[in-house]
């Protein structure tokens, strides 16, 4: 375990210098129980950077935009009709973060503060794999080292609320360790070592997290004192994402794949609608005009149905030119995108939704504008003068919800899987299945297990199965269920 770990810290740290990778390979090998010789700031910089890639682009651009129908598929990628398969990849993925975690915090030269900041990662990794895949291993997780290779899945409610080992607790430690330690950390590429900015993070999170749940739950009262505390992400400068470079290697991966993979991710006809009734100028941003349409002059934006076979778009005689692609920002440079794991529009739009429903006490119109606003800044977009009073944005009482949602839905483009779970979770925007679906007509709710837990953890896989209503993309969680 050590010299593998060993030798992912030199692949990922190759800027560095290759020197340090061979010196002592034969000490590394006398103790592969420990690894040695690794500061904690370098693996913290590496979990960051590793999430950032998959979280931005190979889940949230690539699979969770199909789900969320901010992209729609002309040939290729089937998940866009429900062929969701296990992503066996990103649990693989998000388990070696959790190691390298677990990692950090044992490390000679590691802190309290090291600690805490690799607690509110473990949890954001941990929520990832209970609402992608329902129960999963987690008071048991990662003890291969003491020799447990067959992890027991613990249930999605307990995973939440557990008052000891659950997610919302531990973040509730983490940030309190980080309000009061005085130790510093290093190797933050996300918030450059400030403390204060991981705090309202880890709040932040539990926002999020809260409100997943609140269906289950009829005590907001944390819920409230978040919001009392002060010290939730307050500002775009506050928001968790990793800028992309203009230099390889750390430039936005779609900048270089090649061209027939962006240009099968195209507008949907889902976003088409929603932001040609809004009249929003976010559109000129997030996508392109359709090339026919500049080709004329006349600039347009244009939608695909999502969830259509190759040969269903052939017959229908669509013209793959007189659909809009993405934007410039995603594709022709390369730092045009940040990683995003949570912006402060998120929490704005959270806030709202929270004080419209009762659970806390609010300003739900002023929660919404600011929502609104730190969305068009983020994407440097200037707000029209007349939004807020827009027949189709301004609140009105009636689907003051549905108006909230739908905007905070299209804050989370690309945001990895979160716009896919709010609309599990409220059903809004009511997103429907396309005409070639492979999921008779269902909007599916999760992955199936990776086959490999079939093979290596037989009986915890059963059991978890039976427990959750089948291994099947339908089978909901603890926390959607009506």
Not at 239 to 256: D, R, T
Not at 353 to 360: D, K, T, V
Not at 382 to 400: K, M
Request: charged residues 20%; contains cysteine; negative net charge.
């Amino acid at each position: 375990m050590k010299k593998s770990l060993y030798i992912v810290f030199c692949l990922a740290l190759t800027g560095i210098g290759m020197q340090g990778c061979t010196e002592d390979f034969e000490e590394i090998n006398e103790n592969p129980n420990v690894p040695q010789n690794v500061n904690p700031q370098f693996l913290l910089t590496n979990i960051i950077s590793i999430q950032a890639d998959q979280h931005a682009y190979f889940q949230g651009f690539r699979l969770a935009n199909y789900l969320g129908q901010f992209a729609a598929s002309v040939e290729f990628e089937r998940i866009d009709r429900y062929e969701m398969g296990s992503n066996s990849d990103y649990w693989n993925s998000i388990f070696r973060l959790l190691s390298d975690i677990k990692s950090m915090k044992e490390l000679e030269g590691t802190n309290e503060a090291y600690a805490a900041v690799g607690d509110i990662l473990q949890s954001y990794l941990f929520s990832q794999l209970t609402d992608m895949w329902n129960d999963v291993p987690y008071t048991q997780a990662v003890q291969a080292l003491e020799g447990n290779f067959t992890p027991v899945y613990d249930t999605q409610e307990s995973i939440y609320t557990d008052p000891q080992t659950g997610i919302l607790a531990v973040l509730q430690r983490a940030v309190a360790t980080l309000e009061s330690t005085s130790a510093t950390i290093a190797g933050d590429v996300m918030y450059n070592g400030d403390l204060d900015k991981w705090v309202r993070f880890g709040n932040s999170l539990q926002l999020r997290y809260r409100l997943r749940i609140s269906k289950r739950t009829t005590n907001f009262s944390e819920m409230q004192n978040l919001v009392a505390s002060g010290k939730l992400i307050a500002s775009n400068s506050d928001n968790a994402v990793l800028p992309y470079l203009g230099a390889a290697p750390n430039q936005y991966p779609l900048f270089s794949t090649s061209l027939g993979l962006y240009q099968e991710h195209r507008m949907t006809r889902t976003v088409d609608s929603v932001l040609t009734l809004w009249n929003d100028p976010r559109v000129a941003v997030l996508y392109k005009p359709t090339q026919i349409s500049v080709n004329a002059g006349t600039p347009q934006y244009k939608g695909l149905l999502n969830g259509q076979a190759r040969e269903t778009i052939a017959e229908a005689g669509i013209n793959l030119n007189d659909i809009s692609l993405f934007g410039a920002i995603f594709r022709d440079v390369p730092d045009g995108v940040d990683a995003q794991f949570m912006q402060y529009a998120e929490v704005q739009f959270a806030l709202a939704e929270a004080a419209e429903r009762g659970y806390i006490s609010g300003d739900v119109e002023a929660f919404y504008q600011e929502g609104i606003r730190a969305s068009f800044e983020y994407y440097n977009v200037a707000l029209p003068a007349d939004y807020f009073t827009r027949e189709a944005v301004a609140l009105n009482g009636v689907d003051n919800l549905n108006k909230i949602l739908t905007q905070k839905w299209l804050s989370l483009i690309s945001v990895g899987h979160e716009a896919w779970f709010n609309v599990r979770r409220t059903g809004i925007p009511a997103l429907k299945p396309g005409p070639d679906n492979l999921n008779d007509n269902q909007y599916p709710v999760r992955y199936i297990y990776p086959e490999s837990e079939q093979a290596t953890n037989s009986a915890n896989y059963q059991e978890a199965v039976a427990r959750i209503g089948g291994d099947n993309i339908n089978s909901k969680g603890w926390w959607e269920k009506d």
